[in-house]
């Protein structure tokens, strides 16, 4: 491996292996922590030069192939505590032998939940470029024990690595390379298949930034950049780990703006019989994300990526709208599934 040029990713998944084919691209030496066969083989013919099979709970096995590589990106999970801890430590280890280490963290928005279960539009607004706007949030906010871990023994390391936390917002989008799709709009579509409406939580009024996962994979190359090229005493690599994503700008939709573009499309592919979104009730959450729904689907979570466009970074893909209508929705449908037995979304939301 060339020095500076390897790097180890946790998690090469919906956003991971979109940021994989960009690094391979500018000739990186990618390794993937995966968890299938199946999968490590998709990463190799990506152009990853390694794949790593195991789970996020083998914290010494994540530990040793972090230790050998200059860059570490996590894009698993933001909540899980265990695999973060692993890369931790590998850093501290490779710090105690004189070797800086990058690592980009995946948050996400969520962490600015505001609890309002969609009653009302925030006029509450973060910036990346204001620490103390995003460090206000309560401590235990969703993500924010994580990225807590993650921010003290940044500071305990100082100048000896470069850590940065990628805090994206609803994502959505599709490479048809990879035929996977996003979480939250697609599970909307579902509950929506299944019980003959799109829905909302609450008035629906709730506001959430967005991206496009292309858009922020891209984000994530320009930020590794700028973490390569900036000096490890840099203010802006010490004082400051938060980097936000979004393409919305004031313009995020509210839920029930998603609702109302999920139930037409249906309606018209004559999928549902009313393509008006009502509230869903609670007794029906379990359909959803069960006792997380109100945070992951209800919230306000307004953010500005003022960081990433100072580097040069904007976003370029098609609207959520856009590619909703033009890729997911299609794709999805395609599924053959008995759609009347969909129970919710199963697995860990990124966002």
């Given at each position: ?60 096995l994540i530990t ?121 709009i697609p599970t ?85 019989a009313d393509p ?76």
């Amino acid at each position: 491996m060339s020095s500076g040029k390897n790097v180890f990713i946790v998690g090469p998944g919906f956003v991971g292996w979109n940021v994989l084919d960009l690094l391979a691209k500018e000739k990186y030496t990618v390794t993937g922590y995966v968890r299938r066969q199946e999968h490590a083989n998709q990463i190799k013919a990506s152009g990853a030069a390694d794949a790593v099979l195991g789970d996020l709970d083998d914290k010494a096995l994540i530990t040793k192939h972090a230790l050998s590589h200059d860059i570490v990106i996590h894009t698993a999970t933001a909540d899980h505590l265990p695999s973060a801890e692993a890369i931790l430590e590998a850093i501290q280890q490779r710090a105690e032998k004189g070797l800086s280490t990058i690592y980009i963290h995946t948050s996400g928005t969520s962490v600015l939940d505001d609890g309002v279960s969609g009653e009302h539009k925030s006029d509450k607004v973060y910036h990346d470029n204001a620490v103390s706007e995003v460090d206000s949030v309560p401590d235990n906010a969703p993500h924010r024990t994580i990225d807590l871990a993650i921010l003290k023994v940044k500071k305990q390391l100082s100048e000896k690595a470069k850590i940065a936390i990628m805090i994206p917002p609803l994502i959505y989008g599709f490479n048809p390379s990879h035929a996977r799709l996003t979480i939250q709009i697609p599970t909307l579509t579902r509950y929506a298949l299944k019980h003959g409406y799109a829905g909302h939580i609450g008035a629906g009024l709730a506001v959430e930034s967005n991206i496009h996962v292309l858009d922020l994979a891209r984000a994530y190359v320009v930020l590794l950049h700028h973490l390569e090229s900036t000096p490890s005493d840099s203010p802006d690599i010490l004082e400051n780990p938060y980097f936000f994503t979004e393409t919305t700008g004031d313009n995020e939709p509210s839920w029930k703006d998603i609702a109302s573009v999920i139930g037409a499309e249906l309606h018209k592919a004559g999928l549902i019989a009313d393509p008006n979104p009502r509230a869903i009730p609670p007794e029906n959450y379990g359909d959803l994300f069960g006792d997380a729904t109100d945070c992951v689907i209800g919230l306000n979570s307004r953010s500005r990526a003022v960081r990433l466009r100072e580097l040069g970074w904007k976003p370029v893909e098609k609207s959520w709208r856009e590619s909703y209508v033009q890729d997911e929705l299609p794709f999805l449908l395609k599924e053959e599934v008995d759609r009347k037995v969909f129970s919710g979304y199963q697995g860990i939301v990124a966002s």
